[in-house]
């Protein structure tokens, strides 16, 4: 019922866009005709439809039409629809009254064949709405019949030539292809071996390949970009002709020169070498093409070397990665000077840090073992090298005896402020010489000078300043104070001491080069403090002046 509802609606279609059941010339083309036309005695008659393809067609894209009597309108249709026909085989309609001959390689029985001599049967394509074969001509009456050959289409049996590869639509041109059989000549029907019948195919394919290409069928190798034709056979076995735009695409060189250590692994990964030579290696281009690279290799050889180092606790490999902590032989792999592995052995020993104490006494300051001064009692820990290269840990229980170099004076005295010491004046203007007896703790000056004082505490000697004296008599105005400085040499703070009081003296402070660095005017009192920790190192001279008498001691900025 549906195959019966398509064919209608294709009719339709077909009529819709102006097509007339009628016979019109239809150009040759592969597709099935009719292979047999029975008109027998009384109802022997029978249509055979060969298939001369390689492929199996589907049957209900056709219908066949028959005229009766030059008529132009069709008395009778048969509709294939639901059936498969293979290639090279044959569809039979018979007579439902045909004889058992017929009846037993006929597919269908149909009314169609209920025709005489002078009737038209048209074979019709529903999808290309055209007729593809026909007996007879649309709207015409021949009388009898037509002739055909030595025969006609009454009273023959008609059996398609083998040659005849397609069906027409032109009768002049269909007449001339039948063998004429007898009138009930039975033994073709149900079988035919027509020629095979193919329709060929073009195409069109754009090739990019490189260096050469293989044309489909393998007859041809072209190497050069141009349009070239090559056949294949289709689907259908038939010739397929192929219009092929070529392009050839070069292949691409190029030369590197690697420099590695131990081995290379080739740009495709195909090779690994490990000898410095020429190689060669491909790899795809960006083209696609090969890119075939020549490779100049050097190959640099990696280092090895031995090392017996000694460790303290623990030990860290020379490329940082491990730390050991006892003696064995270690591997470890560092960079050489080529810049490929440096492997090293490495033998090595841990030795152990050493611990000590001492208790040394020092006069003022002590430098300790390892150069560090001290000038305070106190524990300290030092460290050195002990014989292994390892550190020697020292605790230092330190005592310091300061010996006090301060020296007091008055208008003709100096008085050195260290008690319980022993005490040898020296003569700073005559290269340091001992003043004969001067060794108590006052030194009264016969003559105007520089005196110091060498101080003797236990085991610890010391000297004071030099200062400048000048001998003064009763009616001698030069000083009438004297001046002492603490502590001298100092680093931050001083302390001066006059031996009268001030009411309304200048203090001014002297750098041994000159330069004024301290003025003060109606200073009173008997003791001044002064900060010097931004003064520079040196010597500087100390003057208080009262009533045109002037006083001067220096002391030393360290």
């Given amino acids: 019922m549906r195959k019966s509802l398509l064919f209608k609606i294709s009719l339709v279609i077909c009529l819709a866009f102006g097509v007339q059941l009628t016979q019109k010339i ?63 085989d044959v569809y039979v309609a018979a007579n439902p009254q045909a004889n058992a001959t017929i009846l037993a390689v006929a597919d269908t029985l ?128 038939c010739d397929s002709i192929i219009t092929i735009n070529l392009t050839i695409k070069s292949s691409v060189t190029s030369s590197i020169s690697p420099t590695t250590c131990g081995k290379y692994n080739s740009p495709s990964g195909k090779y690994s070498w490990t000898t410095s030579n020429t190689y060669m290696d491909t790899i795809k281009s960006y083209s696609g093409c090969d890119s075939i ?51 090293i052995t490495i033998n090595l020993t841990i030795s152990t840090n050493t611990t000590s104490s001492i208790s040394p006494t020092a006069c003022n300051s002590y430098t300790s073992p390892s150069g560090k001064v001290w000038s305070i009692s106190k524990a300290y820990t030092d460290t050195i090298k002990n014989a292994n290269g390892c550190d020697s840990i020292i605790t230092i229980n330190l005592t310091i005896n300061n010996v006090d170099t301060s020296v007091t004076r008055t208008v003709n005295t100096f008085t050195a402020n260290q008690a319980g010491a022993t005490y040898q004046w020296i003569d700073c203007s005559k290269n340091n010489s001992p003043v004969a007896g001067a060794t108590a703790k006052t030194f009264n000056p016969v003559a105007s000078g520089s005196y110091a004082v060498v101080v003797t505490l236990n085991t610890c000697v010391d000297t004071s300043n030099c200062r400048d004296f000048t001998l003064v008599g009763l009616n001698n105005a030069y000083t009438t104070n004297g001046i002492s400085i603490y502590p001298n040499p100092a680093q931050n703070q001083i302390q001066i001491s006059i031996e009268q009081t001030v009411s309304h003296a200048t203090i001014r402070m002297i750098s041994i080069t000159g330069q004024l660095v301290i003025d003060m005017t109606n200073v009173a009192g008997s003791q001044f403090n002064f900060d010097i920790a931004k003064l520079p190192q040196g010597i500087y001279i100390v003057e208080i002046t009262e009533n045109g008498v002037t006083s001067r001691n220096k002391f030393v900025k360290q």
């Fill in 26 to 88: 239809q150009a040759q083309s592969c597709n099935l005709f009719i292979s047999e036309y029975i008109e027998g005695t009384s109802n022997n008659k029978a249509l055979e439809f060969y298939n001369p393809t390689n492929s199996t067609l589907d049957l209900s894209d056709y219908v066949v039409y028959r005229y009766n009597n030059g008529s132009p309108t069709a008395q009778d249709s048969l509709v294939l629809a639901g059936h498969f026909l293979a290639a090279k």
């Fill in 110 to 237: 149909h009314t169609i064949t209920f025709y005489n001599g002078d009737d038209v049967l048209a074979l019709y394509q529903i999808s290309t709405c055209k007729f593809i074969d026909i007996i007879g001509v649309i709207g015409v009456d021949p009388g009898t019949n037509w002739p055909v050959g030595n025969g006609a289409t009454s009273e023959y049996t008609l059996v398609r030539m083998n040659s005849v590869k397609y069906g027409d639509s032109d009768w002049t041109v269909v007449e001339t292809q039948w063998d004429v059989y007898a009138q009930d000549e039975f033994g073709y029907i149900g079988s035919h071996s027509g020629a095979s019948c193919c329709t060929s195919s073009a195409d069109t394919i754009d090739v990019s390949t490189c260096g050469s290409y293989s044309s489909p069928s393998g007859k041809y190798n072209w190497n050069t970009s141009n349009t070239y034709i090559d056949t294949i056979a289709n689907a259908n076995g």
């Fill in 293 to 343: 690279i020549t490779i100049k290799l050097t190959i640099k050889s990696s280092v090895s070397s031995t090392i017996s180092p000694v460790g303290c606790g623990s030990y860290t490999s020379p490329s940082g990665k491990y730390t050991w902590n006892t003696s064995n032989t270690y591997m470890d792999t560092v960079k050489s000077y080529n810049g490929c592995d440096s492997i």
